[in-house]
């Protein structure tokens, strides 16, 4: 039988993986109508991520015959001051994530659950990658500082980074 408290923490998790998708999706639009398609490409791949995350975990929960709860996710905000302060906002519901996920394995060892403790550890090294690259990006922004020419040709590189993602159909 699976653990209460392992589901529970695992159905935090999912929702907190889902909010992260509402809130890199909010920021992707808001570099969007700022014109810096790049930036917007960057978190939409970024969001799409974070959907992928949740999902591994709702089905891990299913495959341990455990019970998938969804709650209300939070409005995400939707208004920065600066490219720069989108991308703190990132790297630190990025700490939040990778907190939560330390306490998940935390609590598995604790319980002697192996299955879980084992299927945590991808989303543990999975969390050094996301903080790397956000903080790297983090970086170059504090670099440019206020200087368009370097915000444009950010920009640009973040777009020929991008993965292709097909628009939604209107």
Request: glycine share 2%; hydrophobic share 40%.
């Amino acid at each position: 039988m699976f653990n209460k408290n392992i589901e529970t923490a695992l159905n935090q998790q999912v929702n907190m993986e889902l909010q992260a998708y509402y809130t890199y999706l909010a920021a992707s639009a808001h570099f969007e109508e700022l014109g810096l398609k790049g930036f917007a490409q960057w978190m939409h791949h970024h969001a799409e991520e974070e959907m992928t995350h949740a999902m591994k975990i709702y089905h891990f929960i299913h495959s341990r015959r455990g019970h998938v709860e969804l709650f209300a996710l939070n409005a995400p905000r939707q208004d920065w001051s600066s490219p720069q302060a989108v991308i703190e906002d990132a790297l630190h519901h990025e700490q939040k994530v990778t907190a939560s996920i330390d306490e998940i394995v935390k609590l598995a060892r604790a319980e002697g659950d192996y299955a879980t403790d084992s299927f945590m550890q991808w989303f543990v090294d999975e969390q050094v990658e996301e903080e790397e690259v956000v903080d790297d990006l983090l970086q170059k922004l504090s670099f440019i500082e206020d200087f368009k020419p370097g915000l444009y040709l950010l920009d640009r590189e973040l777009a020929a980074e991008a993965v292709e993602v097909t628009p939604v159909e209107q």
